[in-house]
């Protein structure tokens, strides 16, 4: 039987869309795409998906309402087949957001409230997909704070993504002691200084850490971020400077290629 099997291989996609998130999980059952980036960007991550034979998605999750992670999502689901979308309990009055919630609606999905402890099912044995945060309710203009932060785990390999989450919500991650050791960090907030925190850092010490960013006036990813990640000896990808980044899990190994 297919489903007790152990996974061969997973890819995370971590796609170049200029300043904002959007990521793509692919295991052998199963496509999940984290953020899809700003709205003028959709198409591109469509394609993306398609060129990646990606023809359903088992998820979408929105980890939070801002523009460039939830922007471009209301063109992915209603130009995919969408099975199932996760996003935090809170909500935004921005157009970005209601196109979203609108394209939810349309296609007479639900969504699945993103919280600590919440799992997205998976086939194989030796992967699981669950939320560590939001672990309790933050102010309504804490946005980032609220991000759905998930963690993937394939065997003895582990990717932490941490949307825009900054020290407020991995304090209270690290203090439910939530965080261990991973493999491969999407970074914070695009490298800003209030998130990765040292102690995140300490307790995570990724081999890889990816920054999504492109070209913005906020100063990501700071020099601050980038020397607390040089600090805990992390090897740092970013999308602005080297395209897609497709990091490929054996549950065992870990190879990571760029591609412009």
């Known amino acids: 039987m297919k489903d007790v099997e152990a996974a061969s291989s997973v890819q995370v996609h971590f796609l170049n869309i200029g300043q904002g998130d959007a990521t793509l999980i692919q295991t052998p059952n199963e496509n999940i795409l984290i953020d899809g980036g700003g709205k003028g960007k959709s198409p591109e991550v469509v394609k993306y998906l398609k060129k990646y034979k990606v023809s359903t998605l088992?998820?979408?999750?929105?980890?939070?309402?801002?523009?460039?992670?939830?922007?471009?999502?209301?063109?992915?689901?209603?130009?995919?087949?969408?099975?199932?979308?996760?996003?935090?309990?809170?909500?935004?009055?921005?157009?970005?957001?209601?196109?979203?919630?609108?394209?939810?609606?349309?296609?007479?999905?639900?969504?699945?409230?993103?919280?600590?402890?919440?799992?997205?099912?998976?086939?194989?044995?030796?992967?699981?997909?669950?939320?560590?945060?939001?672990?309790?309710?933050?102010?309504?203009?804490d946005l980032n704070n609220w991000s759905a932060v998930l963690h993937l785990k394939h065997n003895k390999k582990a990717f932490l993504f941490m949307g825009d989450a900054e020290a407020k919500a991995e304090t209270d991650m690290l203090a439910k002691k939530l965080i261990s050791k991973v493999d491969v960090l999407k970074v914070g907030h695009h490298g800003y200084k209030d998130s990765t925190t040292a102690n995140l850092l300490n307790k995570t010490k990724p081999t890889y850490s990816v920054?999504?960013?492109?070209?913005?006036s906020y100063g990501h990813p700071t020099s601050t971020a980038l020397n607390r990640l040089k600090a805990v000896k992390s090897t740092v990808y970013r999308t602005d400077k080297s395209g897609n980044i497709i990091f490929t899990s054996t549950g065992s190994k870990i190879t990571v290629k760029t591609v412009k």
């Open 211 to 216: 920054i999504s960013v492109g070209k913005n």
């Open 58 to 141: 088992t998820a979408v999750v929105s980890t939070h309402p801002d523009a460039d992670h939830v922007g471009g999502l209301a063109y992915v689901i209603k130009n995919m087949k969408v099975n199932k979308v996760y996003a935090p309990n809170v909500s935004h009055t921005t157009q970005a957001y209601k196109d979203f919630l609108l394209s939810v609606k349309n296609k007479k999905l639900k969504i699945t409230v993103a919280k600590q402890g919440v799992e997205i099912p998976t086939i194989a044995k030796d992967i699981t997909l669950k939320f560590l945060a939001p672990v309790k309710t933050y102010a309504k203009s």
